[in-house]
């Protein structure tokens, strides 16, 4: 089991930056955080979840959504068990709960990929 425990959301104004964490622990027996990949989904008011961005187990290899490419950036530091949300130039239509999302696979964009969910961040963008 991995519990996922995101941390950082807030309330912004457009244009404004806001970096999300998200830490994991513990890590099943024999695995280490550096064997999965994570991503990023997030959930607005009345919309469905969406794929907003997710990172190779190394790092090396990144994938975003077409709305958030060029303004978002995911890294990750293993050693420290946390995968970080570089989000950029906000906009009101950000506005969501952002969720981290662990997989024992790749790195894709779908949420049936991912076996393990935290609980998730608000964050709010105000025009």
């Known amino acids: 089991q991995v519990q996922l425990v995101e941390s950082g959301g807030g309330s912004v104004q457009a244009g404004d930056s806001l970096r999300v964490s998200c830490v994991a622990s513990?890590?099943?027996?024999?695995?280490?955080?550096?064997?999965?990949?994570m991503a990023w989904f997030r959930q607005g008011p009345g919309k469905e979840r969406e794929f907003v961005g997710s990172?190779?187990?190394?790092?090396?290899?990144?994938l975003f959504a077409e709305s958030v490419r060029g303004r978002f950036a995911i890294t990750r530091d293993n050693a420290k068990n946390t995968v970080y949300l570089q989000m950029n130039s906000l906009k009101p239509e950000d506005t969501a709960v952002y969720y981290c999302?662990?997989?024992?696979?790749?790195?894709?964009?779908?949420?049936?990929?991912?076996?393990?969910w935290g609980q998730g961040t608000q964050v709010t963008v105000s025009s």
């Open positions: 513990p890590v099943d027996s024999g695995r280490t955080f550096s064997n999965y990949a």
């Open positions: 999302a662990a997989s024992n696979r790749g790195y894709g964009s779908n949420w049936y990929e991912y076996d393990y």
């Open positions: 990172i190779s187990w190394s790092g090396a290899h990144t």
